[in-house]
């Protein structure tokens, strides 16, 4: 079974490379393509779609605004299975500030060169406290494309979907700092799990899974 991974804001391939799946699991990897300037997420989606072999069966699995992704792929494609991690599926699972965040644009008020710039702050966002995370992390955003960048983060704050896949699994860490557990997620919930936990807790990621892939 082919399952396809795509990474979250700000991050690539590279943040998967700690999982470990069943061996009847084909492992591919989804890579960001150049925006157009005033792109949808629908016609986005539509072209990244070129990427995956819709001749056999296969599963979406995203992080983070991958995870966005995933869901918006799984309303014209037919996986038989779409899985987010650190991710949300309604707006009703997101925390009132962060909505308001995104009403006052408060990504706007940051040049591109602060936010892609790898510091203490950005670290702990994303969880990772390690010499090997954080030199992973200063290498991806170092190498992100602004653009890309700032067109995602408009459409992952402005994303307001009602829809839900029939085959579908949410993971989400317990001490996630930038989409934070929400009690309306339902998810299974990795204790301590930060937003990057798929690399960080890359054993317990693989372990459930490896448990519940086309369960």
């Known amino acids: 079974m082919n399952i396809y991974f795509i990474s979250g804001l700000g991050a690539d391939k590279r943040i998967f490379q700690k999982l470990k799946l069943p061996a009847e699991f084909q492992i591919h990897y989804l890579d960001w393509v150049p925006v157009f300037p005033g792109e949808s997420i629908k016609n986005y989606c539509t ?3 070129s990427q995956i072999d819709q001749s056999v069966p296969f599963i979406l699995a995203g992080v983070s605004f991958g995870g966005v992704i995933a869901i918006e792929l799984s309303r014209f ?16 699972e997101v925390s009132k500030l962060y909505i308001f965040l995104g009403k006052i644009r408060i990504f706007s008020l940051f040049p591109m060169s602060v936010l892609l710039k790898p510091n203490t702050i950005i670290f702990r966002l994303f969880g990772l406290y390690n010499p090997e995370g954080k030199k992973l992390l200063a290498e991806i955003l170092s190498e992100t ?15 307001d979907n009602h829809w839900k896949p029939a085959s579908f699994l949410h993971i989400h860490g317990t001490a996630d700092k930038i989409l934070p557990y929400h009690r309306n997620m339902e998810a299974i919930k990795v204790k301590g799990g930060e937003h990057l936990m798929v690399y960080s807790k890359a054993g317990e990621i693989s372990a459930i899974l490896g448990e519940k892939l086309l369960r």
């Open 47 to 49: 072209r990244l779609s």
């Open 77 to 92: 494609l037919s996986p038989v299975q779409t899985v987010i991690i650190s991710s949300f599926c309604f707006k009703k």
């Open 145 to 159: 494309d602004p653009a890309f960048f700032r067109w995602a983060v408009r459409q992952l704050f402005s994303w």
